[in-house]
């Protein structure tokens, strides 16, 4: 279904960035998760959670883990942020 070009063009930019960690972080046991049920019903968040499947992180882990995330000794980082629609504004 084509969306109505008053609609601003919606992106799943943490599907987008969640799969290119998922690629990068799970060959070193760190599961990426995209969605998120944060209730028993809808709605969802949009979401990115980091889970270390090792006890502590590991070197090869944190190499891969991007800046502000690395120092942290958190066995799960969540980050939920809104991105720009700025695609919409072309």
Known sequence: MMKNAAEPLSIP?????????????TPVDIQV??????????????ILLLR???PQWTDAQRALL??????SSAGHI????????VLAEL
Do not use: F, N, S, Y
């Open 33 to 46: 998760e995209t969605e998120v049920q944060v209730m028993a019903e809808p709605p969802k968040a949009d």
């Open 13 to 25: 930019w943490h599907q987008l960035l969640g799969t290119l960690l998922e690629l990068a972080l």
């Open 52 to 54: 270390r499947k090792t």
């Open 66 to 71: 991007p800046d502000g995330i690395r120092e």
């Open 78 to 85: 969540g980050q939920v942020r809104k991105m720009p629609r």
